[in-house]
T-cell receptor
Framework: AQRVTQPEKLLSVFKGAPVELKCNYSYSGSPELFWYVQYSRQRLQLLLRHISRESIKGFTADLNKGETSFHLKKPFAQEEDSAMYYCALRDGGATNKLIFGTGTLLAVQP | GAVVSQHPSWVICKSGTSVKIECRSLDFQATTMFWYRQFPKQSLMLMATSNEGSKATYEQGVEKDKFLINHASLTLSTLTVTSAHPEDSSFYIC??????????????FGAGSRLTVL
């Protein structure tokens, strides 16, 4: 069954420290993965997707099919990065629905 | 960019009444919309997928007679919680995608609607 796992509920780091938010997935086909972010009192929004191979706000994520992972990384955390981060997998079936992980709250301390 | 408007942002109702939540795509046509439910400190759980002009597809365990979804136009989908009970209290979030099914899969989310059933 399709599944997205984010093992950490909370990740607390100091400003300037590297950040890695873990995401593992279970999917039988060719996966399409996304990272969504929700800042305090704001709606959920797309951060990046693996097919674009882009860097947004200094964040990158590489799809590792061997380890079935899509970890989100940033070399130097900023306080404004504090938010809830959700990893999501697109189900390639008829509905193209997104399956979300449980989310990781990133808290960047000054 | 694409904007999805969700209304109301919060609603309190008595047990046994019905509540309608609207989801509108403001500057684009949404061929498919998704309705999610989020419990406190938990992830988003997909309830159903609605396609314009056809019946919604409900996820396993979601009562379609309880959560009525209508997607009558390319810019509006509604979720009606019928005969609401306290256990239906939750945060309901809609999202929309544009393009063909096999096209862009980026979702734009509404701000959510918090339902409290007394």
């Amino acid at each position: 069954a399709q599944r997205v796992t984010q093992p950490e509920k909370l990740l607390s780091v100091f400003k300037g420290a590297p950040v890695e938010l873990k995401c593992n997935y279970s999917y039988s086909g060719s996966p399409e993965l996304f990272w969504y972010v929700q800042y305090s009192r704001q709606r959920l929004q797309l951060l990046l997707r693996h097919i674009s191979r882009e860097s947004i706000k200094g964040f990158t994520a590489d799809l590792n099919k061997g380890e079935t992972s899509f970890h989100l990384k940033k070399p130097f955390a900023q306080e404004e990065d504090s938010a809830m981060y959700y990893c999501a997998l697109r189900d390639g079936g008829a509905t193209n629905k997104l399956i979300f992980g449980t989310g990781t709250l990133l808290a960047v301390q000054p | 960019g694409a904007v999805v408007s969700q209304h109301p942002s919060w609603v309190i109702c008595k047990s046994g009444t019905s509540v309608k939540i609207e989801c509108r795509s403001l500057d684009f046509q949404a061929t498919t919309m998704f309705w999610y439910r989020q419990f406190p400190k938990q992830s988003l759980m997909l309830m159903a997928t609605s396609n314009e002009g056809s019946k919604a597809t409900y996820e396993q365990g979601v009562e379609k007679d309880k959560f009525l979804i209508n997607h009558a136009s390319l810019t509006l989908s509604t979720l009606t919680v019928t005969s609401a009970h306290p256990e239906d209290s939750s945060f309901y979030i809609c999202s929309a995608k544009t393009g063909p099914v096999s096209g862009a899969n980026v979702l734009t989310f509404g701000a959510g609607s918090r339902l409290t059933v007394l």
